[in-house]
């Protein structure tokens, strides 16, 4: 697990999504609540034909029963997991919940946009598989 984001995995893809953040802060501004954000970056990834899926749905399983769902914001190209905020910062609370969202997901990479301030804040976090055992001969 790499709650930075420096293993290199999907880094064309994360930062074509962080580009056109850049372009609906610029266009928009900050402040507004987080959905104005979600729906803006969705006309931009339009634009750029850049793939990707709003609201879609992942079950969550305890002891092979689905006990809920999670809905993230947007899954972009198929392979990153895109929540947009409005919050002060982003701390390691939202980089938790990142991280269990990747689990929830089978994704490796997730991106928290914050959108709050004039300065667009964001953080990349991927989730690696882990190691495989050292094979004995």
């Given at each position: 697990?790499?709650?930075?984001?420096?293993?290199?995995?999907?880094?064309?893809?994360?930062?074509?999504?962080?580009?056109?953040?850049?372009?609906?802060?610029?266009?928009?501004?900050?402040?507004?609540?987080?959905?104005?954000?979600?729906?803006?970056?969705?006309?931009?990834?339009?634009?750029?034909?850049?793939?990707?899926?709003?609201?879609?749905?992942?079950?969550?399983?305890y002891?092979?029963?689905k006990?809920?769902e999670?809905?993230?914001?947007?899954?972009?190209?198929?392979?990153?997991?895109?929540?947009?905020?409005?919050?002060?910062?982003?701390?390691?609370?939202?980089?938790?919940?990142?991280?269990?969202?990747l689990?929830?997901t089978c994704?490796?990479?997730?991106?928290?946009l914050?959108?709050?301030?004039?300065?667009?804040q964001?953080?990349?976090?991927t989730?690696?598989?882990?190691?495989?055992p050292?094979?004995?001969?």
């Amino acid at each position: 697990m790499d709650a930075d984001g420096r293993d290199g995995i999907y880094v064309g893809e994360t930062e074509r999504i962080i580009g056109c953040a850049f372009a609906v802060l610029n266009a928009l501004g900050h402040g507004f609540h987080e959905k104005p954000y979600e729906e803006a970056l969705v006309v931009d990834f339009c634009h750029h034909d850049i793939p990707y899926a709003q609201q879609a749905r992942f079950p969550i399983h305890y002891r092979n029963t689905k006990v809920g769902e999670y809905v993230p914001d947007l899954v972009v190209f198929g392979k990153v997991i895109v929540d947009t905020k409005t919050i002060e910062r982003i701390t390691d609370h939202e980089v938790g919940r990142m991280l269990n969202y990747l689990r929830a997901t089978c994704l490796q990479v997730g991106l928290i946009l914050n959108f709050k301030h004039a300065k667009l804040q964001f953080r990349r976090v991927t989730l690696t598989p882990p190691a495989a055992p050292p094979l004995h001969s």
